[in-house]
């Protein structure tokens, strides 16, 4: 697992430059005791490992919070035992390096994640010759091994997770348990399928080298599915956003009014310190909180006068239809109740149920309000624009009654501070249930 927010490093906090240089330092001493104790490999080894150890990095996959996972670790816990831990370090600090530097990435993602790599692999292998007690010339056994190689696998990944949550987590201010709790289950599931193969790769290694291209194949195959449910499940969202936008155009004339109330939502919610699977659930909904508008006649929702009270009736099923449609879809089971209440009133004389304050969900509070400033500050066919002044004072002076004071409160905070409107986007992640 590796980080990939990108920037410079003016960009980080100095919470995690610090965090970055000590990571640096540690897989500077790291490689440097590598260096001391490095002997006794083929440079015809080094150069095959680092081969693998190179394309196993050019694929990885993007998880939740924008870091990324590759193959790379079935290889590095797997290289311990073959070639020892000066080599294996050494190597996966330079196939970092030349992937990170052949990539473009900016210099302090570089610097972080050949400085962890190093370490993670440094960790495994003292974790796996302490507990077998013998130098690292030992024979793969099978027998006495397993344990070992199964600690150390599990210590690689406790290095690893660790050292790349902690940056996200300092990076993107998020809580290091929340940022775990999101992406630990994809991971554990990846890592634990993989890891397996390291075992058959090491025995198979000792016995003849060119015969572990037979395991080349079961790898990829491993990789390449997950890369690809993951890659099934952004294209799933994408189509049911743009359904949202086309939904959009056809009301008010932009495709961009909701990525605008998405982008509050987000806002809004940051600075409430929901979890992380709350924000990520109010967003999505907020991206497509008026989908049931594909079930209104255009007769209703492109009528420029006053609807009457019938038109009105039937523009107002728009919350029920679009949970009727998000809920039947997995990715957008938990966002589905925001959408079904977004137009919902703490004084209960919102739709469809006319619920009351705490009886509405937070995310829906939070739609609902972002909902309102984005509509009153935009061009409609019919108005002009509010200007922001005003619609704060129409927020403002309906709250408690229309909008929620707390919300109200929370997205004024956010237009304050805001240096442009609609600047920060949430990263492409998934769900995981
Ligand atoms: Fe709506």
Request: with cysteine.
């Amino acid at each position: 697992m590796e980080v990939e927010k990108s920037g410079f490093l003016s960009e980080y906090s100095a919470a995690s430059r610090f965090y970055i240089l000590i990571v640096a330092i540690g897989g500077a001493i790291t490689a440097y005791y590598s260096v001391l104790d490095f002997k006794g490999v083929f440079w015809f080894e080094l150069v095959v490992w680092l081969g693998f150890f190179i394309l196993s990095e050019c694929w990885p996959v993007t998880l939740i919070t924008e870091d990324q996972i590759t193959i790379s670790f079935v290889l590095h816990i797997s290289a311990v035992v073959i070639i020892g831990v000066p080599a294996a370090v050494l190597l996966a600090g330079i196939s970092s390096l030349l992937v990170e530097l052949f990539s473009r990435k900016p210099i302090v993602k570089t610097v972080f994640n050949c400085s962890q790599y190093m370490i993670s692999v440094f960790a495994t292998g003292f974790v796996y010759y302490q507990l077998l007690g013998l130098g690292p010339d030992v024979y793969f056994n099978m027998h006495l091994d397993l344990l070992a190689f199964a600690a150390s696998a599990a210590a690689y990944f406790i290095v690893n997770t660790f050292m790349v949550t902690i940056v996200v987590s300092l990076t993107q201010r998020l809580h290091i348990l929340d940022v775990i709790a999101e992406d630990l289950p994809m991971i554990v599931f990846y890592f634990g399928a993989t890891v397996c193969l390291g075992v058959p790769l090491v025995l198979i290694y000792r016995m003849s080298p060119p015969a572990t291209i037979l395991l080349t194949l079961p790898l990829v195959l491993a990789h390449y599915s997950f890369r690809q449910y993951l890659l099934i499940r952004i294209e799933s969202r994408e189509t049911i956003e743009l359904l949202a936008d086309m939904i959009d155009q056809r009301d008010t004339y932009t495709a961009r009014h909701s990525s605008r109330v998405a982008h509050y939502a987000l806002e809004v919610s940051k600075r409430m310190h929901l979890t992380v699977k709350e924000m990520n659930d109010i967003y999505y909904a907020a991206r497509v909180h008026d989908l049931g508008k594909i079930g209104i006649p255009d007769a209703v929702l492109q009528k420029p006068d006053r609807l009457t009270q019938q038109e009105l009736s039937v523009m107002q099923r728009h919350a029920e239809l679009g949970y009727n449609v998000l809920s039947r879809i997995r990715l957008y089971a938990r966002s589905a109740r925001y959408v079904y209440s977004h137009h919902e009133r703490p004084d209960g004389c919102g739709y469809p149920r006319g619920l009351r304050e705490s009886e509405i969900p937070k995310g829906s509070q939070i739609i609902a309000v972002c909902d309102a400033y984005d509509a009153m500050t935009s061009d409609r066919p019919y108005r002009k624009a509010l200007s922001r002044e005003k619609a704060i004072a129409e927020l403002q002076k309906h709250s408690n009654t229309q909008f929620f004071q707390e919300v109200v409160t929370v997205l004024l905070e956010v237009l304050r501070d805001e240096k442009s409107p609609e600047t920060s986007s949430w990263p492409e992640y998934y769900q995981y249930d």
